[in-house]
């Protein structure tokens, strides 16, 4: 199976910056997209943003600007670093990895991370 194992999340001052890692392991063929997605209590699940295997990027208009996206598709890896950091930034990030096979013949899956907190305050 496919594990995703999150890194970078902490506490951090407003105006601050952090860097979330995200790789995945297990047998995997291909992995179309990778993302970052966060969560406040009593609220939805929301995209922050997500980069496909071959570099396009998608932001929430919350981040633009602020927040890029990186991934090593050698490694299986995601990345997100997070500059000018706000206290609304605060949540959990979950790491996802969509459409991902296993071998060519198979069908995809999506996973996701365990989630990591972020917390922004003075």
């Known amino acids: 199976q496919v594990q995703l194992v999150e890194s970078g999340g902490g506490l951090v001052q407003p105006g601050g910056s952090l860097r979330l890692s995200c790789a995945a392991s297990?047998?995997?063929?291909?992995?179309?997209?990778m993302g970052w997605y966060r969560q406040t209590p009593g609220k939805q699940r929301e995209l922050v943003a997500v980069?496909?295997?071959?570099?396009?990027?998608n932001y929430a208009d919350s981040v633009k600007g602020r927040f890029t996206i990186s991934r090593d598709n050698a490694k299986n890896t995601v990345y997100l670093q997070m500059n000018s950091l706000k206290p609304e930034d605060t949540a959990v990030y979950y790491c996802?990895?969509?459409?991902?096979?296993?071998?060519?013949?198979?069908?995809?899956?999506?996973?996701w991370g365990q989630g990591t907190q972020v917390t922004v305050s003075s």
């Open positions: 297990g047998s995997i063929f291909s992995i179309y997209a």
């Open positions: 980069i496909t295997s071959g570099g396009s990027t």
């Open positions: 996802n990895a969509a459409n991902v096979r296993t071998t060519w013949y198979t069908k995809s899956s999506d996973y």
